[in-house]
């Protein structure tokens, strides 16, 4: 398997500008979460899926945050409008739970710069 | 004050030493725990995790929880320059929300 697959590695955009952010998990995962990695706050969990349903999205910033999982295979993270303070890491991560909910891989990212 | 407490570092080491890591957390409620390792622009992956308190050994590493203090530990022996990369700690209550620790950088000179 290649692992948990994420596109675009690096976006830069202006702010205003619509962000959309995409992974492919591992296959077999029924659980996909998204996260985002700064500095400052460190890796935080926005959202969790489970069998394509969000279960708690509480992590999720601001209403310009949404996050879509249409099929079992591909999740999308859409900032808009983007602002500079979403200047981060995104990561993706699927798991294969109940029993293995602890061994989450991670993509590579998606380092987005917000401008 | 966040629920997981790691120091950043850097830690530096020379090649052989024993690197010493720990967190400390303010909530009780977490009752799994985990390391993982970030190599620069790569994204973390899962390197040990415990769900009880004592020790747990795998290879070079071991983890530590010690629940009574909210304490954990990893330890890495013999450590080797493909060791350097900056290793989080996490940990969760019953649902899948894990809370990592800020990390922290450890290079080990060759």
């Known amino acids: 398997d290649a692992g948990v697959i994420q596109s675009p590695r690096h976006e830069v955009t202006e702010m205003g500008q619509e962000v959309t952010l995409r992974c492919k998990p591992i296959?077999?995962?029924?659980?996909l979460f998204w996260y985002r990695q700064t500095m400052m706050r460190g890796l935080e969990l926005l959202i969790y899926f489970n069998n394509n349903v969000p279960i708690d999205d509480s992590g999720m910033p601001e209403d310009r945050f949404s996050a879509k999982m249409p099929n079992a295979s591909f999740s999308t993270l859409k900032i808009q409008p983007s602002e500079p303070r979403d200047s981060a890491v995104y990561f993706c991560a699927s798991s294969a739970g109940p029993n293995n909910r602890d061994i989450q891989y991670f993509g590579a990212g998606t380092r987005l710069s917000v401008l | 004050q966040k629920e997981v407490e790691q120091d950043p570092g850097p830690l530096s080491v020379p090649e052989g030493a024993i690197v010493s890591l720990n967190c400390t957390y303010s909530?009780?409620?977490?009752?799994?725990f985990m390391w993982y390792r970030q190599y620069s622009r790569k994204g973390p992956e899962l390197l040990m995790y415990?769900?009880?308190?004592g020790n747990k050994e795998d290879g070079r590493f071991t983890a530590q929880v010690d629940k009574s203090s909210k304490y954990i530990s990893l330890f890495i022996r013999d450590s080797q320059p493909s060791d350097s990369a900056t290793y989080l700690c996490?940990?969760?209550?019953?649902?899948?929300?894990?809370?990592f620790g800020a990390g922290t950088t450890v290079t080990v000179r060759a």
């Open positions: 996490a940990m969760r209550r019953n649902d899948y929300k894990l809370s």
């Open positions: 909530n009780s409620a977490f009752q799994y």
């Open positions: 415990t769900y009880s308190s």
């Open positions: 296959s077999g995962h029924d659980y």
